[in-house]
């Protein structure tokens, strides 16, 4: 069982260049996100997905782009790189909420994170 | 505005004393679900404990406690008789039930335990 993975941990970019960062979980989990982490800022949703086809944008989804095909893949997409976007990305996934209050839903369960750089 | 703020940036302490973690939470939910989440240095992001809005019982798991109070809106995390391995980032996180299970971490408390 090896949770959730991200590729690459680490990428250095050129400005304007593109590229994507894959995430895969294997505990069939429906919820899927993707965030950032910059020094002193806490973590910062870009977008989501509750179940295979179905993504919406969080706080800050500008210059990227997502896509749900399976319940396994959530690829997030970075469009002409910019140094704003140098940042730890953060790919998580989830059961959905529900109130029972032994359940273990809706527990994030992270990646590794992936290190990227734009000069 | 901010749905979570942790209001201690930085905090210092000799090993062996307690520490507490302040968190304070925004929400008109009335279902929704307080996390902590604890991030050493080498960067993984590790679940500590969950919380309903229904439970307001406090929590204890060996030297790490809880204590959830609606009334101030807050979610305060005790470390008793600190050790160097606490030493790490801790976030405290809110998920509104209603709002696509949407998560909002606060900005987080760097905790450096001094042996």
């Known amino acids: 069982n090896a949770g959730v993975t991200q590729t690459p941990k680490f990428r250095i970019l050129k400005i304007g260049q593109s590229m994507t960062l894959q995430c895969t979980q294997d505990m069939n989990h429906n919820y899927m996100y993707w965030y950032r982490q910059d020094p002193g800022m806490g973590l910062k949703l870009i977008y989501y997905?509750?179940?295979?086809?179905?993504?919406d944008k969080g706080e800050v989804p500008n210059g990227y782009n997502v896509s749900r095909s399976t319940t396994e893949d959530f690829p997030l997409r970075l469009e002409l790189a910019a140094p704003s976007q140098t940042s730890v990305y953060f790919c998580?996934?989830?059961?959905?909420?529900?109130?029972?209050?032994?359940?273990?839903?809706?527990?994030?369960?992270f990646g590794a994170g992936s290190r990227l750089t734009v000069l | 505005a901010q749905k979570v703020t942790q209001a201690q940036t930085e905090i210092s302490v000799v090993e062996k004393e307690d520490v507490t973690l302040d968190c304070v939470y925004e929400?008109?939910?009335?279902?929704?679900?307080l996390f902590w989440y604890k991030q050493p240095p080498s960067g993984e992001l590790v679940f500590l404990i969950r919380?309903?809005?229904?439970?307001?019982q406090n929590e204890i798991s060996g030297r790490y406690s809880w204590n959830f109070q609606k009334s101030t809106s807050s979610f305060n995390f005790t470390i008793t008789a600190s050790q160097v391995v606490d030493s790490a980032v801790y976030f405290c996180a809110l998920s509104e039930y209603n709002t696509g299970n949407q998560f909002y971490f606060g900005t987080g408390t760097s905790l450096t335990v001094i042996p």
């Open positions: 997905s509750v179940g295979a086809g179905i993504t």
């Open positions: 919380r309903n809005s229904f439970d307001e």
């Open positions: 929400t008109r939910d009335t279902t929704y679900y």
């Open positions: 998580a996934s989830s059961y959905p909420p529900d109130r029972s209050y032994y359940s273990g839903a809706n527990v994030l369960t």
